[in-house]
T-cell receptor, first 109, second 113 residues
Framework: GQQVMQIPQYQHVQEGEDFTTYCNSS?????IQWYKQRPGGHPVFLIQ?????EVKKQKRLTFQFGEAKKNSSLHITATQTTDVGTYFC?????????FGTGTRLTVIP | DAMVIQNPRYQVTQFGKPVTLSCSQT?????MYWYQQKSSQAPKLLFHYYDKDFNNEADTPDNFQSRRPNTSFCFLDIRSPGLGDAAMYLCATSPRAGLAEQYFGPGTRLTVT
């Protein structure tokens, strides 16, 4: 079956440092979504990437979709304590999402 | 505000005692999903409804059932909860399957004693 892996599993950064999580799929994805889940919270949609090589920015967050549409990345510039949480990529299937394994980000003040 | 509501937020049940979790939405979305999320893991899709059409994931145990009596409500029934079923159960909605983003409810944390 379809598998979506993320690395790293955990990341601790000092506030102000950058952070990147990588997402890799075993199969080509039609598109990919990113979600953020705060500790004790529920996943919240961040963005969707559709086109090969697409790059989108949301303030300090930069999302990329690979040329082969099998990988994606999320980069956060100058992390803040409000960035803490687990970031999930999710490959979009015909009718559902295949969530990646997630990267838990801790930001040390 | 339009939203996805789950009740109760916390549920304790005994081993083998049936339990029902509920989800309602004011978004008027066609698709509703039920996910199981265990600690430090990704949400795992159990099943989803596209309107009234029920779609079960292949590896969802028979112990888990679902009902969607109308567009707004969806229920998750666990017929005989085991200790391994203790988890957060997330309901999500989407205006359409596939490309659309999913809107998650706050979840119900199930404890099995």
């Amino acid at each position: 079956g379809q598998q979506v892996m993320q690395i790293p599993q955990y990341q601790h950064v000092q506030e102000g440092e950058d952070f990147t999580t990588y997402c890799n799929s075993s199969t080509t994805l039609s598109n990919i979504q990113w979600y953020k889940q705060r500790p004790g919270g529920h996943p919240v949609f961040l963005i969707q990437l559709v086109k090969s090589g697409e790059v989108k920015k949301q303030k300090r967050l930069t999302f990329q979709f690979g040329e082969a549409k099998k990988n994606s990345s999320l980069h956060i510039t100058a992390t803040q304590t409000t960035d803490v949480g687990t970031y999930f990529c999710a490959g979009v299937g015909a009718n559902n999402l295949f969530f990646g394994t997630g990267t838990r980000l801790t930001v040390i003040p | 505000d339009a939203m996805v509501i789950q009740n109760p937020r916390y549920q304790v049940t005994q081993f083998g005692k049936p339990v029902t979790l509920s989800c309602s939405q004011t978004l008027n979305h066609n698709v509703m999903y039920w996910y199981q999320q265990k600690s430090s893991q990704a949400p795992k899709l159990l099943f989803h409804y596209y309107d009234k059409d029920f779609n079960n994931e292949a590896d969802t145990p028979d112990n888990f059932q679902s009902r969607r009596p109308n567009t707004s409500f969806c229920f998750l029934d666990i017929r005989s909860p085991g200790l391994g079923d203790a988890a957060m159960y997330l309901c999500a909605t989407s205006p359409r399957a596939g490309l659309a983003e999913q809107y998650f409810g706050p979840g119900t944390r199930l404890t099995v004693t």
